[in-house]
């Protein structure tokens, strides 16, 4: 990561703003590198393209208008990479995001040596008012009830008196509260996800400021430029 900050460069792609993203820590971190990787890159890269801008601006034998195309076109040429690095972030990042809901979701089996355990809890809680049931459950959490949980959320949810969208709710719940670093990760991702959506889009003001020209200014010098080498190309006549 830099080791300086550059204000030239907007301090919303300096990578150290992931430390303040939630979910963040040590053990974390490492699930969205990429996207890490991606604000670094182009962190470095604008300043890099400032600093060329700046060397341009001494060259006495260039003018100003080849300033603007010679840097706006290695401007572009990275900005065209840096776009496709996020893009790669962004993707690899709302996999890993899918595949933990999907473990967050997942039916739960029930607990095995238990016999008719669990269909005597599923017949209790199931003949309790929704008062009382809901009431049962939150305790139940709250004391880490293993038992009692797999016995209700390892069958259908029927069985306990609970609608599906109840039985999902806990079930979820369930699986956060036994994975709570996984719960950390899906947090992170989310998180990365929501600031590569609001601030990778800052790379294109960003690289237009270093350049000192927008786009278009740059493209129609570079359309100029090749119709001047063109012309110059004179072929013999027949």
Known sequence: MPQQVDVRVSPSLHPETFSGLDGY?????????????????????????????????????????????????????????????????????????????????????????????????????????????????????????VDTLQAVLGAQPFLSGLSAPEHAHYLRRFHEGQNPQLVDRLTLMRSALTKIERDAPLLFREVEKAVGAPPAIVNGIDAANEAALAALKIEPAA
Not at 62 to 67: A, G, L, N, S, V
Not at 74 to 91: G, I, V
């Open 25 to 145: 820590n040590s053990e974390t971190v490492k699930f969205v590198a990429d996207a890490l990787s991606a604000f670094n890159d182009a962190y470095v890269t604008i300043g890099k393209i400032h600093d060329a801008r700046a060397f341009a601006n001494r060259n006495p034998t260039w003018t100003d208008e080849q300033r603007t195309l010679i840097v706006g076109k290695e401007a572009t040429k990275q900005q065209d990479r840096l776009c496709n690095k996020f893009d790669a972030a962004r993707a690899n990042i709302e996999k890993g995001a899918q595949h933990i809901e999907g473990e967050l979701s997942r039916p739960l089996k029930e607990r095995a040596g238990l016999g008719n355990l669990n269909q005597e809890v599923r017949g209790h809680v199931k003949a309790l008012n929704p008062t009382d049931r809901t009431a049962l459950l939150n305790d139940a959490f709250q004391t880490n009830d």
